[in-house]
């Protein structure tokens, strides 16, 4: 089974930008997708953006859609989500979950899709 890390989180002031990795290993990821989810405190884990291994189709939720781009290098196993034009309401931690098989959009995008996750990175933006 696939193990997932995170890493590249901290604190940024508002429209900074952050690269957050998400480290695969345990095995090669060759189908499925994965993708990457925030949490505020006291709210629910929301969708961000996710890439699908089949297509490379890249999905992102209306909040970050023209801000973040996701991105993978197979070589290294690693999913990238470039965090742009950061605001105080991207503050967060991030996870980055996987799910195998091939996912439909709406899979792709809920939480109850995905069956492996990270540890999270927390992700900061404040003045």
């Known amino acids: 089974q696939v193990q997932l890390a995170e890493s590249g989180g901290g604190f940024v002031q508002p429209g900074g930008s952050l690269r957050l990795s998400c480290a695969a290993s345990?095995?090669?990821?060759?189908?499925?997708?994965i993708g990457w989810f925030h949490q505020a405190p006291e709210k629910e884990r929301e969708f961000v953006s996710a890439i699908r291994w089949s297509d490379s189709n890249t999905f992102y939720s209306r909040s970050v859609r023209g801000r973040f781009i996701i991105s993978r290098d197979r070589a290294k196993n690693t999913v990238y989500l470039d965090l742009n034009s950061l605001k105080p309401e991207d503050t967060a931690v991030y996870y980055c979950a996987h799910t195998g098989g091939r996912p439909s959009m709406s899979t792709l995008t809920s939480r109850q899709g995905y069956d492996v996750w990270g540890q999270g990175t927390q992700v900061t933006v404040s003045s």
């Open positions: 345990g095995r090669t990821v060759s189908t499925g997708a």
